[in-house]
């Protein structure tokens, strides 16, 4: 199965440490409030892959919609369905449904949800500084070993919005996430979160 890897989220360097985690701590703080204040939110976005050694270089879009535990993500020709219980991976490449718990999850699942708040556990921040409207912050993982990536560097405007996230593999992969747009509080149907197979006739249903 090709499930493009996704992940999320920030910072760089400072100069004064203890003043640094303070201040990007302050922020995410902020940013999560207001993200949690949502009982529902839309996320559209704009995804570029690139790794020079192997001369990687891939654009595509994505969005999500999100409530509660539940999420439906469209990722280029991939759709992953949540439902909080099951998760639905459809893979239009495989022709295939590859149907797991939704604590299954790993990290190259496209969860939105991780997106909007994947520096709330297992980083440590650091402030870089301030770039136009916008915040710099690093995180790195705290437990390195068990991670494919090294650093996640967001930007977070002074309206408190995340803007991007941009994440750096081992590899030398660079996986860039632009937010193009996000609406908090919206209606949402129920049949969004679950896996409707009328919909993907001819599809091979396979049970992780």
Request: charged residues 25%; hydrophobic residues 35%.
């Amino acid at each position: 199965m090709n499930i493009m890897r996704f992940l999320v989220v920030f910072f760089l360097l400072a100069t004064t440490p203890f003043f640094a985690q303070d201040k990007s701590q302050s922020i995410l703080n902020d940013l999560s409030k207001k993200i949690k204040s949502y009982k529902s939110f839309y996320v559209d976005f704009k995804a570029t892959i690139k790794n020079t050694d192997t001369g990687i270089n891939e654009n595509t879009t994505g969005k999500g919609w999100v409530q509660g535990d539940k999420f439906h993500t469209v990722y280029g020709e991939n759709t992953i369905i949540s439902n909080g219980i099951k998760l639905w991976v459809v893979s239009k490449e495989d022709k295939a449904v590859y149907i797991s718990s939704a604590g299954d999850e790993d990290e190259e699942s496209l969860n939105p949800k991780k997106l909007m708040s994947i520096w709330e556990n297992g980083f440590s921040s650091k402030y870089v500084k301030q770039e136009g409207s916008n915040h710099v912050i690093n995180l790195y993982p705290k437990d390195p070993g068990k991670s494919e990536y090294h650093t996640i560097i967001l930007k977070v405007s002074t309206s408190n919005d995340l803007k991007s996230v941009q994440v750096k593999m081992k590899d030398g992969t660079a996986m860039t996430y632009e937010m193009v747009k996000f609406d908090g509080n919206i209606d949402i149907p129920a049949s969004k979160f679950v896996f409707d197979k009328r919909n993907y006739p001819g599809y091979q249903e396979v049970d992780n």
